[in-house]
């Protein structure tokens, strides 16, 4: 099992927007939410808000087997409920998951370890 954190600055005035997401997510819309996890081979997730000085922070948790697929399912899918995610994402996100989320490169800057 591999485990996907994403720590994201949220934009400012969109805690509640968010909290409401979650709540929605795990209320009405839950058959669907597990469905699509399912569907997507992610077994936990854990979403959380850290109040900063001057913002917050989001922390999400993703507990999957092969994340690169997941990621692409997660931009390419067609399911209605998948949809709508990617539509509520890129509202709070204020940019488009299936614009970045392919391209998982980045510039490795530091490292350590014995």
Known sequence: MTELQIVYLLRPGTQE???R???EVEGSRKE???AC???MGISRVQVSLVQLLHSDLMLLTLHM?????TL???VSSEHSFDRWLRAQLQVLLGWKVQDV???LQGDLI???GQ
Do not use: A, G, N, V
């Open 110 to 112: 530091f490292t350590w």
């Open 65 to 69: 087997q092969e994340p690169r697929q």
């Open 17 to 19: 927007r968010w909290r």
């Open 72 to 74: 692409k399912s997660l």
């Open 21 to 23: 997401l979650c709540q």
């Open 37 to 39: 996890c399912q569907h």
């Open 101 to 103: 989320l392919p391209d």
């Open 32 to 34: 669907q939410f597990e």
